[in-house]
């Protein structure tokens, strides 16, 4: 029996990079479209939805980052997983990209090793729903626009960091991030702090779930690292 490759829509315009995707990406069995402009690339996921979309953030008449937020306004591409990659590595730039649904981050330069396992995690993933500027997954909604989270119908107040942390995970449900990749993605590459300082976080949005449902989708990777769970298994508990 034949399978089908998974399908891949490179938007990028810099030739050199276009050449090293589409080889390596024909070379680990994926099948490769490519566009070179913004607009047109957007019209390409519209016309015959890919199965992943690899989107640089750079691009002539239509950014990576309003391709991206158009993506997930339509039904027929609301759910394909989209990587950025882009020269930008500054904590706002990863923020507003995964803000805007975007399912992964990657910098230029990157390891093509790295980028081909994080598009095979982003094809196994389920995805997060996105519906009128609101995300949700299980029972937690987060309203992206006003900064607002409901559990179970019931608000939840959380701090700015706290906020950006369960976006983040939210973003990728099921997918396990460690400390360092949370402390990278939410408080910047660049910043000094201990990994503890994000098990103390997740600490804060449990207890401010702790009233709800909610608390039992943030999972525990002992040694590793947290995921926040698409479904809640009867009888759940978490790890403190």
């Given amino acids: ?40 690339g957007l019209q390409a996921a519209y ?24 993506l997930r306004r339509n039904p027929q591409t609301r759910e394909i997983p989209v990587i950025l990659l882009t020269a930008r590595s500054e904590e706002r730039d990863k923020i507003r990209g995964l803000d805007i ?17 994080r598009i095979r995690s982003a094809l196994r993933r389920p995805m997060a729903s996105i519906v009128d500027h609101k995300l949700i997954v299980g029972v937690i909604e987060v309203d992206l626009e006003k900064h607002k989270v409901v559990s179970e119908g019931v608000a939840i107040d959380l701090g700015p960091i706290e906020f950006r942390l369960l976006v983040t995970m ?4 099921e997918r396990v991030f460690s400390r360092e990749q949370l402390l990278d993605l939410v408080w910047g590459i660049s910043a000094e702090l201990e990994t503890r300082t994000v098990d103390v976080h997740i600490g804060r949005i449990r207890q401010a779930l702790a009233v709800t449902k909610g608390k039992d989708q943030i999972r525990t990777v002992r040694g590793f690292g947290y995921a926040v769970n698409c479904h809640i298994p009867p009888g759940s508990k978490v790890f403190s």
Avoid at 47 to 70: H, K, Q
Avoid at 170 to 173: A, C, E, F, H, N
């Fill in 47 to 70: 016309e015959d939805p890919p199965d992943l979309i690899l989107l640089d953030w750079m691009l002539p008449n239509l950014s990576g980052v309003e391709i991206c937020r158009r």
């Fill in 1 to 40: 029996m034949s399978v089908i490759a998974p399908r891949i829509l490179v938007i990028e315009d810099e030739p050199s990079q276009v050449e090293i995707l589409r080889f390596n990406l024909h070379q680990t069995g994926f099948e490769v479209q490519v566009e070179m402009d913004g607009e047109e």
């Fill in 170 to 173: 939210m973003q990728s449900p």
């Fill in 101 to 117: 649904g975007a399912d992964d981050y990657i910098t230029k330069p990157y390891s093509i090793k790295e980028l081909i396992a």
